[in-house]
């Protein structure tokens, strides 16, 4: 069986009945903004090693650059460098991490 899948519809819902917005349309709209957002200044700080975004009871987002490794390539006997990557992490605080906790049995 599949896990069921929640997205932006989902939370634009909550959103819309949180702020008691009129529409819909309001609620997704103002969704997408913070998404958007987010991504915008994760693209503009790529390049700086151990940039953190942080949103306090959310969690933080942070950038970490790794070096390439040198790999064997079996098929011919070379030894090739891989590339470099940068890499966005996903850091959940605090009520996220309640939730990971498995409850204990008496």
Do not use: C, Y
């Not at 790529?46 to 390439?68: A, C, N, Q, Y």
């Not at 890499?87 to 009520?95: I, N, Q, Y």
């Amino acid at each position: 069986m599949k896990n069921p899948q929640v997205g932006r519809g989902t939370v634009a819902a909550l959103v819309r009945e949180k702020l008691n917005m009129t529409s819909d349309r309001q609620a997704d709209h103002l969704v997408n903004t913070v998404t958007d957002s987010i991504v915008q200044v994760m693209r503009d700080n790529i390049d700086t090693d151990g940039f953190e975004l942080k949103l306090p009871s959310f969690g933080k987002f942070v950038v970490r650059h790794k070096r390439g490794k040198r790999r064997l390539i079996r098929l011919t006997g070379k030894i090739q460098l891989t590339a470099d990557k940068r890499k966005v992490k996903f850091l959940p605080l605090s009520k996220f991490r309640e939730l990971e906790a498995w409850p204990k049995s008496s």
